[in-house]
């Protein structure tokens, strides 16, 4: 069962809490896994797990500094 996501949020808006988020990654075409760490985006993935993404933010990514982003609906 997929999880329900939000719709996506402009670049002007960053998330709240720190965490995995689904990125609109333009070199793809399409969304990839990205951890936000409280002030950017680190590591873009697209077979990665939430888990493996996570584990991987402590390198920077080469998204823009300004994404288009959505997370989870609801807590999981």
């Excluded at 719709?7 to 965490?19: R, S």
Aim: proline share 9%; glycine share 6%; aromatic share 14%.
């Amino acid at each position: 069962m997929r999880r329900k996501v939000t719709g996506w949020y402009p670049p002007e808006i960053t998330p709240v809490h720190k965490g995995v988020y689904e990125v609109d990654d333009q070199f793809v075409n399409g969304p990839a896994l990205s951890y936000w760490n409280g002030e950017r985006f680190c590591f873009r993935t697209w077979n990665s797990t939430v888990t493996e993404t996570k584990a991987q933010a402590v390198e920077p990514t080469s998204l823009p500094a300004r994404t288009f982003w959505r997370g989870l609906a609801r807590k999981p």
